[in-house]
């Protein structure tokens, strides 16, 4: 009998997982992780590639084994209960494997048949799916014919055919265009509002990150932080100054010894920099890049945002290992 912890539908504790390389050597990919995430939430694993995001989704959704700690989703072991818990879940991996040479029909037929989706429910749910994933008037199409936001869309039709209570999608909109991205969130919003499914989602995407309920940022198979976006934005140190550098070259390597700067970062031709007073600090650095005959143009102060806390945080973290090192 599967045992509840209070609302809580997906917990880890200590969760682990090291491959053996192809030299022999050991290789930590997840680094004792500890998640617990609540009924009715959509949860964000943000990071880099390589950073351990696919393989927790694929710990949590019981297609691999952990090398040590423990997964519970929905009160089942994902280990010793996987049966049971299969038919409780979906999962969206990065390639989903739809059929080519089948049409959108066929496909959402055939993956009810997977998961033993009864005729008369099939013929409930599916007409239901193709509405609220804009697919009507494409059953015919064939899999390949299908653009790829389209494609996500069949994707995620397929895994709710059998009306799971959790989701696990890994970068589900990977390689989508932004209008399709923006479409796919959308029907993630209607199914959190309308179907209150607990929804876990790793993503390269800060934009998506923020759309979740709340966010974990994972680095070198570790999780640096975790929190409401809003609260992940406030944990970045200082004030966020942002200008463009006449020579930004110079003025970048000049940026860390600039008064009262925390903390570098850069986007395209502009310098952004954590600063622990920005109204006093700005004149300051605009003096002294002048005094190096670098003149500062837009000089402004910038509300961080996911993607500042991120980099923040990172070098925070990578800092910290190197002290401890």
């Known amino acids: 009998m599967a045992t509840k912890r209070n609302?809580?539908?997906?917990?880890?504790?200590?969760?682990?997982?090291?491959?053996?390389?192809?030299?022999?050597?050991?290789?930590?990919a997840v680094d004792g992780v500890d998640l617990t995430i609540s009924r009715g939430e959509t949860y964000g694993l943000v990071g880099p590639d390589g950073a351990g995001k696919t393989t927790i989704t694929r710990l949590l959704a019981g297609l691999m084994r952990p090398t040590r700690g423990r997964v519970t989703v929905l009160g089942y072991d994902t280990l010793r209960q996987a049966r049971s818990l299969k038919a409780q879940i979906g999962y969206m991996a990065q390639?989903?494997?739809?059929?080519?040479?089948?049409?959108?029909?066929?496909?959402?037929?055939?993956?009810?048949?997977?998961?033993g989706v009864s005729r008369a429910e099939q013929a409930e749910r599916i007409p239901r799916?193709?509405?609220?994933?804009?697919?009507?008037?494409?059953?015919?199409?064939?899999?390949?014919?299908?653009?790829?936001?389209?494609?996500?869309?069949?994707?995620?039709?397929?895994?709710?055919?059998?009306?799971?209570a959790v989701l696990f999608l890994d970068e589900p909109t990977l390689g989508v265009d932004p209008v399709?991205?923006?479409?796919?969130?959308e029907l993630l919003a209607i199914l959190r509002a309308e179907r209150k499914l607990t929804i876990f989602v790793c993503t390269p995407y800060m934009d998506e990150a923020e759309r979740c309920h709340r966010v974990g940022l994972i680095y070198n198979g570790g999780l640096v932080a975790q929190g409401l976006p809003k609260e992940i934005?406030?944990?970045?140190?200082?004030?966020?100054?942002?200008?463009?550098?006449?020579?930004?070259?110079?003025?970048k390597a000049l940026a860390p010894s600039l008064p009262g700067v925390l903390q570098v970062q850069t986007l395209g031709d502009r310098l952004r920099l954590f600063v622990d007073d920005a109204?006093?600090?700005?004149?300051?650095?605009?003096?002294?890049?002048?005094?190096?005959?670098?003149?500062?143009?837009?000089?402004?102060?910038?509300?961080?945002?996911?993607?500042?806390?991120?980099?923040?945080?990172?070098r925070q973290y990578e800092g910290g290992c190197q002290e401890g090192s």
Do not use: C
């Open 129 to 164: 799916l193709l509405h609220f994933a804009g697919l009507e008037r494409f059953v015919d199409h064939l899999g390949h014919q299908l653009s790829g936001g389209m494609k996500k869309k069949l994707a995620l039709a397929s895994i709710l055919v059998h009306e799971p």
């Open 180 to 185: 399709s991205r923006r479409e796919f969130w």
């Open 279 to 314: 109204a006093v600090r700005g004149l300051q650095i605009s003096a002294a890049l002048v005094a190096h005959n670098i003149t500062v143009e837009g000089l402004h102060t910038i509300q961080p945002r996911m993607e500042e806390a991120f980099i923040s945080l990172m």
């Open 7 to 28: 609302d809580a539908v997906i917990v880890t504790q200590g969760l682990t997982k090291t491959f053996r390389s192809k030299s022999g050597r050991d290789v930590l």
């Open 233 to 251: 934005e406030r944990q970045v140190p200082g004030e966020l100054l942002e200008f463009r550098p006449s020579d930004f070259a110079r003025a």
């Open 95 to 115: 390639q989903f494997s739809l059929y080519g040479e089948l049409t959108v029909m066929e496909n959402l037929r055939f993956f009810a048949r997977v998961q």
